[in-house]
């Protein structure tokens, strides 16, 4: 057993509470909400023009829908966005995309950054991507998890909520 010295041991018996006031301190820092925002991608314009690839396209005249099916790519500005289904989905006058709702494997990459989901939707005017379903972000080295996520194109940032989880590599490390 170490003997701790009558000079260290006001600090020794201080430990505990000095833990437990950083770890209080650190849990003061996250919202109750456990949601973190974070940068995410370029930004860009969302009304920029939005280019479409994919294996097969279905188009319903009646309900003013188009579904994309199969190695479906979209590109605008940096952002590249791609599932194996997308559905478009247009204003009410049927002139304008009014949000565009990817499905299956579905992955965002804008800049350096990307993002996995099990959906997104894109709601063109407004510029933001809402991601859903064990979404997995990929900045760098480092990598975030949560269930949901909100990317603003035009500031280029993302808020993660959900059970959020953070793994930060540290440079120079392992």
């Not at 309900?63 to 791609?82: H, K, P, T, W, Y």
């Not at 859903?132 to 760098?140: E, I, K, S, T």
Request: hydrophobic share 40%; proline share 3%.
């Amino acid at each position: 057993m170490t003997e701790i010295s009558a000079s260290a041991r006001p600090f020794a018996s201080r430990i505990p509470g000095l833990l437990v006031a950083g770890a209080l301190m650190l849990a003061g820092t996250l919202p109750a909400t456990a949601q973190t925002e974070m940068g995410f991608g370029a930004s860009g314009d969302p009304s920029a023009p939005i280019e479409v690839n994919s294996d097969n396209l279905s188009v319903d005249q009646q309900d003013g829908s188009a579904v994309f099916e199969g190695n479906v790519r979209i590109a605008q500005n940096e952002m590249r966005l791609s599932a194996d289904q997308v559905q478009v989905f247009y204003d009410a006058d049927g002139e304008a995309i009014d949000t565009l709702r990817a499905s299956g494997q579905v992955l965002l990459v804008s800049g350096e950054d990307s993002a996995e989901a099990e959906t997104a939707d894109y709601n063109v005017h407004g510029g933001i991507i809402l991601m859903q379903g064990n979404v997995m972000l990929l900045r760098g080295a480092s990598v975030v998890t949560s269930q949901k996520m909100n990317v603003d194109l035009a500031s280029g940032t993302a808020r993660l909520e959900g059970n959020v989880r953070t793994v930060l590599q540290q440079q120079g490390k392992n």
